[in-house]
C-alpha cells in the first residue's frame, strides 16, 4: 500500500509530516513539497510518520555538519587623535577588524572597522563613557561569517530541546 506524505518546514522550522484523506483523492495536493511516498505491509499511526520524519531530520542535519552564521557590521568611529587607542583596542577585544585609520580636521580620528554585530549592540554607551561624549560611530550590515567555534559551542550548550522533541 502506497501512502502519500509531505515533509513541509512552515515558518518556524518546524516539521510536519502528514498523510492527509484528502491528498489520497488528489496526489497533487503537496506539489510544491517533497513528495514521499512510503510503503509498508501495515497502516501505521500519525505519530509514527511523525517521529520517523523528526529522526530523519535530525540525523540529515548531523551529517551536514551545520555553521552557525553571524551578521556582521561595517563601522566608522570618530573619536579625538588621543582616544584612537583605547577605541581600537576595544574594537579588538570585540572580536572587531581594524580596517583603517584617517586623520580628520579638528584634531579626530576616524577608524574603519568590521565587527560581529552581537558583540557592538551596545557600543554607544561604551563609546560614550570613553571618549567622555566626544565620539561618534555609525554602523551599517556588511555581510555574514561563520561564528568561532567556541562561540558555537557556547550557543549548542545553551539549546535545551523540550521533552516533546527529544
Do not use: W
Not at 586623520?103 to 570613553?130: C, D, H, I, N, R
Not at 560611530?137 to 556588511?142: I, V
Amino acid at each position: 500500500m502506497l501512502i502519500p506524505a509531505c515533509i513541509i518546514l512552515n515558518d518556524s522550522s518546524e516539521i510536519r509530516l502528514y498523510s492527509p484523506p484528502e491528498s489520497f483523492s488528489n496526489p497533487q495536493r503537496c506539489d510544491r513539497h517533497a513528495d514521499l511516498f512510503l510503503s509498508h505491509p501495515v497502516d501505521s499511526k500519525e505519530v509514527a510518520f511523525r517521529t520517523a520524519g523528526r529522526y530523519a531530520f535530525k540525523d540529515a542535519v548531523s551529517k551536514a555538519r551545520p555553521v552557525l552564521l553571524e551578521p556582521i557590521v561595517s563601522m566608522e568611529v570618530i573619536v579625538p587623535e588621543d582616544k584612537m587607542g583605547t577605541i581600537t583596542g576595544d574594537l579588538s577585544g570585540r572580536r572587531g577588524k581594524v580596517l583603517g585609520t584617517d586623520v580628520l580636521p579638528g584634531g579626530m580620528v576616524m577608524v574603519q572597522a568590521q565587527a560581529p554585530l552581537a558583540e557592538v549592540m551596545q557600543y554607544q554607551s561604551m563609546l560614550k563613557s570613553a571618549t567622555a561624549g566626544q565620539g561618534s560611530f555609525m554602523m551599517e550590515f556588511s555581510h555574514y561569517e561563520p561564528t568561532p567555534p567556541h562561540i558555537q559551542q557556547q550557543v549548542a550548550a545553551a539549546y535545551r530541546p523540550r521533552a516533546e522533541e527529544e
